[in-house]
């Protein structure tokens, strides 16, 4: 049976999009949603006291990249680019891929150039290569001149998600990022462990994975049915020691808890390729998990709200059911709940 992006569907007015964080990471709400569906309120500092004490956490330490940045045509155009993929040693002969904005006007063979506007020193040049085959708002660029991380780190800004209705600001720079961020490489955060703060991280049997978050997380699903939905593919980086404790927290029956829809989309990819089982390694993840996943690894789910009609969504009403989810979202609105990024979250835990 079809099932569209009307399934994940509810209605939110816009003065709950939250476009600024909480005072302190730790205020946010957090609405839980037991294994009958039961719901409670909470705050999110206080995630230890809603979980089994030997539940072992996962989070994701990918760290934002500033990767928005403006660069220039010869004839004067302005264009901002959105780098998909920011990791070090994109230099000069290698190729990346960016959204390009106004996309249309962009042509192959242009050349575009990044400039220090403090220097009015040239950090970077390239040139348009071919649209993106999977994804339509990106380009493939060929690098002339330059190196992009240091370009980025230089001139770039935080890409906030177009619902954020305002620039970055220095508070962002902060505040886009968990407190546990060690490895670059996202352009977008995992926004779930926004709210932890060390004091709670102190409390928590904690382990890290990587999975650097790329602009498939704001593409909607424009498809007839939500199975044909495709995204780009993240990195995802499982170290052998991570491996080694979530497989042995498995086999002693202990709870995993992930830490945002990027844990459980790292750890279901790489259970898919292993029979279930979580092995050490680098991966591609271009895992959409829909209506008809089986979960194999993940037990509880702290995370945001997202988007209507959103892959992030049907994610969360995949692993927690589609009428409990959409329940407890309409619960949300009516407590004045913060939504998305900056806003709220949840404690979902797996249907009895």
């Given amino acids: 049976m079809t099932v569209g992006p009307e399934a994940f569907d509810y209605w939110l007015p816009d003065e709950l999009i939250a476009q600024h964080p909480a005072a302190r990471r730790g205020d946010a709400r957090m609405l839980t949603v037991d294994g009958t569906g039961e719901l409670r ?125 305002r620039a970055a600001n220095l508070l962002d720079t902060e505040r886009y990022q968990t407190v546990y961020a060690t490895d670059p490489g996202s352009i977008a955060a995992p926004t779930a462990g926004l709210h932890l703060e060390p004091e709670l991280l102190r409390q928590l049997d904690c382990v890290s994975i990587t999975l650097h978050v790329g602009p498939g997380t704001f593409l909607p699903m424009n498809v007839a049915d939500v199975r044909d939905h495709k995204i780009r593919s993240e990195r995802v980086v499982l170290t052998r020691d991570a491996a080694h404790r979530i497989e042995g927290a498995r086999a002693q029956g202990r709870r995993i808890l992930a830490v945002g829809t990027t844990v459980v989309r790292a750890l279901e990819t790489v259970a898919a390729l292993h029979a279930g089982d979580i092995a050490a390694g680098c991966y591609d993840a271009d895992l959409v998990i829909g209506p008809d996943h089986e979960f194999h690894v993940v037990d509880d789910l702290l995370t945001n709200f997202h988007l209507p009609r959103s892959s992030l969504l049907m994610l969360v009403c995949s692993f927690g059911g589609r009428e409990r989810i959409l329940r407890a979202y309409e619960q949300a609105v009516r407590e004045r709940y913060r939504f998305f990024s900056y806003g709220d979250c949840m404690l979902v835990r797996k249907p009895m």
């Fill in 41 to 165: 309120h909470a705050r999110a500092r206080e995630l230890q006291s809603w979980i089994e004490r030997d539940t072992l956490v996962v989070v994701n330490d990918s760290k934002v990249v500033p990767a928005r940045i403006i660069a220039h045509r010869d004839d004067g155009k302005r264009f901002e680019l959105l780098v998909c993929e920011p990791r070090i040693g994109l230099v000069k002969g290698s190729r990346v891929a960016a959204w390009l904005r106004p996309g249309k006007r962009g042509r192959a063979g242009d050349l575009l150039r990044v400039t220090d506007v403090c220097s009015n020193t040239q950090v970077l040049l390239v040139r348009l290569a071919q649209r993106d085959t999977t994804d339509p708002r990106a380009w493939w660029m060929d690098i002339l001149e330059g190196d992009v991380m240091a370009a980025l780190e230089r001139c770039g800004a935080v890409a906030l998600p177009p619902y954020i209705a």
